[in-house]
């Protein structure tokens, strides 16, 4: 009896842990079974060249980008909307790092644990992009070919309308040459969201900021003036000096009202407000503002922007109070900080995703809506939004535009070839609220080449939400 008892109890412990480990092994496949299923090895997911062979991807008007049939992923049918989504939709190899087909694995794939790789076909779950693909074709088209970003968003839900990078080229007739042709350089990478670029004058609203939140009086800049900084004239001759070196305007602009001094873009008197300021003040109101953080676009981080402020001389302080020296700018960075001028001081963080849903139709998920930080005081933000409708008035001719707009372009010579150039701002109707940003290389002058490009992609964002 002994030996049976003993076997009896040897069996019911053997029994309690093969049920224990059943239990971890059915626990663990519930937490991981998606993660192994997704893995590059699966071959039911994947072709040999690792494209995910199923799931769909749409625009915010249900217009398909990208799905699969047959075993191929293909992309839609017209060949500009194909070129003009392709940083945000993804190319058939997953080198587009922060494409939707690269980064929305798991959002994609309609697996489900019971089931198996029975629960998996083609059409997968449906992500449905934020961005109008018709308004991407337009951004496309003013770009002309030349290298770039566009991006236009709603600054109070963060949905992201218009989302275009160059070089780009066409993912369902790839060029031979892709990986040879210099003018194919840079084509894996979203300007918009992981590079940056010497800003020029469309940081100055920034250093404006700083100034006013600083406290600055008229006096401080001039002893022989009284009143608040708003009251500050400035007589521009075309150069300033400090020290050993000096900073030089295009022209000489005379005497100037402080908002004056942002429509005539006045390399001068933003210098001369920068060098008073102070490395540390600057400093500190770019971090404030958001310029030199990295957001978190959908699951993507953006790069950061950059400044070099320590061990430098006052000239050199005031290049970079004019945009130049070492400043580098994240265009997403740069778009988010114009909207919260829009925005009294505040703005959502953009996104690209406007939903994912079943083969049903069922919403699985939508993005919750981001805010930042107070980026600047809202009677800044004021004043601010006041100034760029006043430099579109008189800089750049409203009726230029489709809408209402306040805006500022920057323009950053090149040793050879024509100029970087920018335009960023947004639109003053409240029924409207969009920030848009645009950047060229070797484009031209930035009032004239990004304004014109801007002007573009917003004549058709008005027909199209009107």
């Given at each position: 009896m002994r030996k049976i008892r003993s076997r009896i109890a040897l069996c019911s412990i053997v029994?309690?842990?093969?049920?224990?480990?059943?239990?971890?092994?059915?626990?663990?496949?519930?937490?991981n079974a998606s993660k192994w299923f997704l893995t590059a090895y699966n071959r039911h997911l994947y072709s040999s060249e690792n494209v995910l062979l199923t799931g769909t991807v749409?625009?915010?008007?249900?217009?398909?980008?990208?799905?699969?049939?047959?075993?191929?992923?293909?992309?839609?049918?017209?060949e500009t909307i194909r070129k003009a989504t392709l940083h945000v939709v993804g190319d058939p190899y997953g080198k587009i790092g922060v494409s939707a087909l690269a980064t929305m694995r798991?959002?994609?794939?309609?697996?489900?644990?019971?089931k198996g790789?029975?629960?998996?076909?083609?059409?997968?779950?449906?992500?449905?992009?934020?961005i109008d693909a018709d308004l991407n074709a337009a951004a496309l088209k003013a770009l002309k070919n030349r290298n770039g970003t566009v991006c236009v968003y709603n600054y109070k839900t963060g949905e992201i309308l218009a989302l275009v990078s160059t070089p780009t080229y066409d993912p369902a007739d790839i060029p031979e040459d892709l990986e040879d042709n210099?003018?194919?350089?840079?084509?894996?990478?979203?300007?918009?969201?992981?590079?940056?670029?010497?800003?020029?004058?469309?940081?100055?609203?920034?250093?404006?900021?700083?100034?006013?939140?600083?406290?600055?009086?008229?006096?401080?800049?001039d002893p022989s003036q009284d009143g608040p900084l708003t009251d500050w004239k400035y007589n521009c001759k075309g150069i300033v000096r400090f020290g050993d070196g000096y900073v030089k305007c295009p022209k000489v602009h005379g005497t100037?009202?402080?908002?004056?001094?942002?429509?005539?873009?006045?390399?001068?008197?933003?210098?001369?407000?920068?060098?008073?300021?102070?490395?540390?003040?600057?400093?500190?109101?770019?971090?404030?503002?958001?310029?030199?953080?990295s957001y978190t676009v959908g699951n993507i981080k953006t790069a950061r922007s950059t400044f070099r402020f320590s061990g430098i001389y006052d000239y050199q302080l005031g290049y970079a109070g004019v945009g130049?020296?070492?400043?580098?700018?994240?265009?997403?960075?740069?778009?988010?900080?114009?909207?919260?001028?829009?925005?009294?001081?505040?703005?959502?963080?953009?996104?690209?995703?406007?939903?994912?849903?079943?083969?049903?139709?069922n919403t699985i998920r939508t993005p919750d809506v981001v805010t930042t930080d107070e980026l600047m005081k809202p009677e800044t933000a004021e004043?601010?939004?006041?100034?760029?409708?006043?430099?579109?008035?008189?800089?750049?001719?409203?009726?230029?535009?489709?809408?209402?707009?306040?805006?500022?372009?920057?323009?950053?010579?090149?040793?050879?070839?024509?100029?970087?150039?920018?335009?960023?701002?947004?639109?003053?109707?409240?029924?409207?609220?969009?920030?848009?940003?645009?950047?060229?290389?070797?484009?031209?002058?930035?009032?004239?080449?990004?304004?014109d490009v801007a002007a573009a992609v917003l004549k058709e964002l008005v027909s199209s939400v009107r």
């Open positions: 029994l309690g842990l093969f049920l224990i480990g059943i239990l971890i092994l059915l626990n663990t496949y519930r937490r749409t625009d915010r008007n249900g217009k398909v980008l990208s799905y699969v049939s047959g075993g191929e992923r293909c992309y839609n049918a017209d798991d959002d994609l794939v309609s697996f489900k644990p019971a790789i029975a629960s998996v076909d083609e059409a997968g779950n449906t992500v449905v992009l934020s210099p003018s194919y350089s840079g084509v894996y990478l979203n300007r918009f969201l992981s590079t940056t670029a010497t800003p020029g004058s469309v940081l100055k609203p920034l250093i404006l900021q700083a100034a006013l939140e600083a406290g600055l009086e008229a006096s401080h800049l100037q009202s402080l908002g004056k001094t942002l429509a005539n873009s006045c390399n001068c008197a933003y210098a001369v407000l920068a060098v008073k300021l102070g490395p540390e003040t600057v400093a500190e109101c770019m971090q404030r503002a958001g310029l030199t953080d130049l020296y070492h400043d580098q700018v994240n265009p997403c960075s740069l778009l988010v900080y114009y909207a919260a001028i829009a925005n009294g001081g505040t703005a959502a963080v953009p996104n690209t995703v406007k939903g994912v849903c079943d083969r049903k139709g004043y601010l939004r006041s100034a760029l409708i006043d430099d579109v008035c008189l800089t750049y001719g409203k009726d230029r535009f489709p809408c209402g707009i306040a805006a500022k372009s920057g323009t950053v010579s090149q040793a050879q070839g024509a100029s970087n150039c920018w335009f960023a701002g947004f639109t003053t109707d409240e029924d409207m609220p969009y920030a848009f940003v645009v950047y060229l290389e070797h484009g031209g002058t930035g009032s004239s080449a990004a304004g």
